[in-house]
Nanobody, 116 residues
């Protein structure tokens, strides 16, 4: 069982930046990692994803503003968020999927609020 803990959320003004971290209790080697976000009453949407080899993809709404990265030795995945907009307000969740077992793990989420 792997536990994920997100941190770095908070309240920021439009145009500001935040960096989210997702720390895993075990190795994140050979995983696909991703950040999702969810607002009340809506589905959880993919924001950004990264493979173990570092290939990334992004939702169109965040391209050019957000950057996903990973530090395997530190068992941590990051989401750098720049030029934040009020519509980025959501709870952000981290997900890991292990290649070998296809098991997936989710964090508890961290709130990001962007004021206009």
């Amino acid at each position: 069982q792997v536990q994920l803990v997100e941190s770095g959320g908070g309240l920021v003004q439009a145009g500001g930046s935040l960096r989210l971290s997702c720390s895993a209790s075990g190795s994140i080697f050979r995983t696909n990692a991703a950040w999702y976000r969810q607002v009340p009453g809506k589905q959880r949407d993919l924001v950004a994803a990264i493979t173990n080899g570092g290939t990334t993809n992004y939702a169109d709404s965040v391209k050019g503003r957000f950057t996903i990265s990973r530090d395997n030795p530190k068992n941590t995945v990051y989401l750098q968020m720049n030029s934040l907009k009020p519509e980025d307000t959501a709870v952000y969740y981290c997900k890991l999927v292990y290649y070998s077992s296809n098991l997936e793990y989710w964090g508890q989420g961290t709130q990001v609020t962007v004021s206009s």
